[in-house]
Nanobody, 113 residues
Framework: QVQLVESGGGLVQPGGSLRLSCAAS????????MYWYRQAPGKQREFVAR???????KFADSVKGRFTISRDNAKNTVHLQMDSLKPEDTAVYYC???????WGRGTQVTVSS
């Protein structure tokens, strides 16, 4: 069974950076879109970023200019580089495979002084 596993979350001060990774257990990345979503306490899960098979990217307005997304198909990994973090970025971050509709279990990101 194919799985997605996120890592890299943690506690960081405002203005700091974190790099999240998403690893797939099988060779499923291919040409498909890969996504990052997040869910803050008491809120709905929301879109954060997407990367297409050719490397094209899209970001939520709230993270544009601060977050970047990248992929390594050979290693079946997707990364989310998060810079200039704000307290409102605090959430559980999830990796999502668009075509197979697979979700990871999430990694907690907490931005606090």
């Amino acid at each position: 069974q194919v799985q997605l596993v996120e890592s890299g979350g943690g506690l960081v001060q405002p203005g700091g950076s974190l790099r999240l990774s998403c690893a797939a257990s099988g060779s499923i990345f291919g040409p498909y879109n890969m996504y990052w979503y997040r869910q803050a306490p008491g809120k709905q899960r929301e879109f954060v970023a997407r990367i297409g098979g050719s490397g094209d990217t899209k970001f939520a307005d709230s993270v544009k200019g601060r977050f970047t997304i990248s992929r390594d198909n050979a290693k079946n990994t997707v990364h989310l580089q998060m810079d200039s973090l704000k307290p409102e970025d605090t959430a559980v971050y999830y990796c999502h495979h668009g075509a197979y509709n697979i979700w990871g279990r999430g990694t907690q990101v907490t931005v606090s002084s």
